[in-house]
């Protein structure tokens, strides 16, 4: 079975961009979340979605936002990009919504802002 | 609200010694326990995790984690480690209701040849 995929692999962008990262779930994976990884630090919670509606919100500005797609997948956009953006975007998806079932990740997408 | 300490950046061990990295957490519920690998330039892998039951629990590769409620921790183990363990490991918890994992800062495990 293929894994959580996410695209694109690298992005370069310029401040004030906005960029949109997209994420495909495992196969019968309903729960999709969204995690930044800045260099050094472990990964922090942006946003959960399951059945296509937001179900969790890390605390990040309104800069950031998701959606959930009726094939499960789903999209990440960044308007009004900073210098600070430029992390390791990680998805995990999970077959069900709840806190003891385990999420795999994708293997991110490096956004790099100039 | 919840939070997890590793307290080491940086284990070193020599291949075929056991290795241990240290974990400790707060959660005002239930804690909902994990462990992920993460290799350069790639995701996280998922390890092992604890829900309830036994205080030992057993994961990928041959790693293992014992839960110690009094302590609030959560350490990974392996009794024999391989050059190929090292990597970035990183303990996660949820707790009851939460939707999200929040993790620790991450512990770098070297093992050496």
């Known amino acids: 079975d293929a894994g959580v995929t996410q695209s694109p692999t690298h992005l370069i962008k310029t401040r004030g961009q906005h960029v949109t990262l997209r994420c495909s779930p495992i196969s019968g994976h309903k729960s999709v979340s969204w995690y930044q990884q800045v260099l050094g630090q472990g990964p922090q919670f942006i946003f959960q979605y399951y059945e296509k509606e937001e179900r969790g919100r890390g605390n990040f500005p309104d800069r950031f936002s998701a959606r959930q797609f009726p094939n499960y997948s789903s999209e990440l956009n960044v308007n009004a990009l900073l210098l600070g953006d430029s992390a390791l975007y990680l998805c995990a998806s999970s077959f069900f919504l709840g806190e003891a079932y385990e999420q795999y990740f994708g293997p991110g997408t490096r956004l790099t802002v100039t | 609200a919840q939070s997890v300490a590793q307290p080491e950046d940086q284990v070193n061990v020599a291949e075929g010694n056991p290795l241990t990295v240290k974990c400790t957490y707060s959660?005002?519920?239930?804690?909902?326990l994990f462990w992920y690998v993460q290799y350069p330039n790639r995701g996280l892998q998922f390890l092992l995790k604890?829900?309830?039951?036994?205080?030992l629990v057993k994961g990928s590769y041959g790693f293992e984690a014992e839960f110690n409620k009094s302590q609030t921790s959560f350490h990974l183990k392996k009794p024999s480690a391989l050059v190929s363990d090292s990597a970035l490991y990183f303990c996660?918890?949820?707790?009851?209701?939460?939707?999200?994992?929040?993790f620790g800062t991450g512990t770098r495990l070297t093992v050496i040849p």
């Open positions: 604890y829900i309830t039951g036994d205080n």
């Open positions: 996660a918890v949820s707790e009851t209701g939460a939707n999200n994992l929040f």
């Open positions: 959660v005002s519920g239930n804690p909902y």
